[in-house]
């Protein structure tokens, strides 16, 4: 099977734009989580999409907002970028399913770069 | 909620020694412990998982032991290889359980170097 991807895999941007990162993951994989990674804050939680819906969200401004189609794939949205933002983002994909305990299979990342 | 807190942040042996990392958390609730090795540029990757209903798991040179009681679980790497050089995260989550807890929380990784 081929594994989660993720497009672009680089993007600069400036201040006050915004931008939507996208996500593919694993066929028949169902659950799509975001993470953010940053040299200070290590790998964060954004938020995780399942069905279409979002079933669990992370500690982070509105500015940062997702959705989920009905194939799985799904995408990330940073509206109005601040410095701040520039960090490696990462989706995971899981079955997404009635299991307990599901194993995460990460993407290549998208590296957002915000001058 | 949760907090992983990972130590060291670096560890640097020479081949063939053995590598500890070790991580502790804070939600009791938590029952599954993955660790992912990251090398430069490139995804994350699960090495090694456990559940809570065990207290050590191995995969030939890499084993993980899990302390419910202390809330600390640790990454242990024998016969280290230059290969192995990368950075390490451990991370803790609750099942799904009601549906609606289920994220890994990360330790802020461990840069393992290994020397030649």
């Known amino acids: 099977k081929a594994g989660v991807t993720q497009t672009p895999r680089y993007l600069i941007k400036t201040r006050g734009q915004q931008v939507t990162l996208s996500c593919s993951p694993i066929?028949?994989?169902?659950?799509v989580s975001w993470y953010q990674q940053t040299p200070g804050q290590g790998l964060q939680f954004l938020f995780e999409y399942f069905s279409e819906t979002q079933r669990n969200k992370g500690n982070f401004p509105g500015r940062f907002s997702g959705r989920q189609f009905s194939n799985s794939r799904s995408e990330m949205n940073v509206s109005t970028l601040e410095l701040g933002d520039s960090a490696l983002y990462l989706c995971a994909s899981s079955l997404g399913g009635p299991l307990e305990l599901e194993t995460q299979y990460f993407g290549p990342g998208t590296r957002l770069l915000v001058l | 909620g949760e907090n992983v807190e990972q130590h060291p942040s670096t560890l640097s042996v020479q081949e063939g020694d053995s590598a500890v990392i070790k991580c502790t958390y804070s939600?009791?609730?938590?029952?599954?412990f993955p660790w992912y090795k990251q090398e430069l540029g490139k995804r994350p990757q699960l090495i090694i998982d456990?559940?809570?209903?065990?207290g050590e798991k191995k995969d030939q040179r890499i084993a993980v032991t899990l302390n419910k009681t202390a809330k600390h679980f640790s990454l242990h790497i024998t016969e280290t290889q230059p290969e192995d050089s990368a950075v390490y995260f451990c991370a803790a989550s609750r099942g799904r359980g009601g549906g609606s807890n289920y994220k890994l929380t990360f330790g802020k990784g461990t840069l393992l170097t290994v020397n030649p």
């Open positions: 456990i559940r809570s209903n065990v």
């Open positions: 939600d009791s609730a938590s029952n599954y």
């Open positions: 066929s028949g994989h169902r659950s």
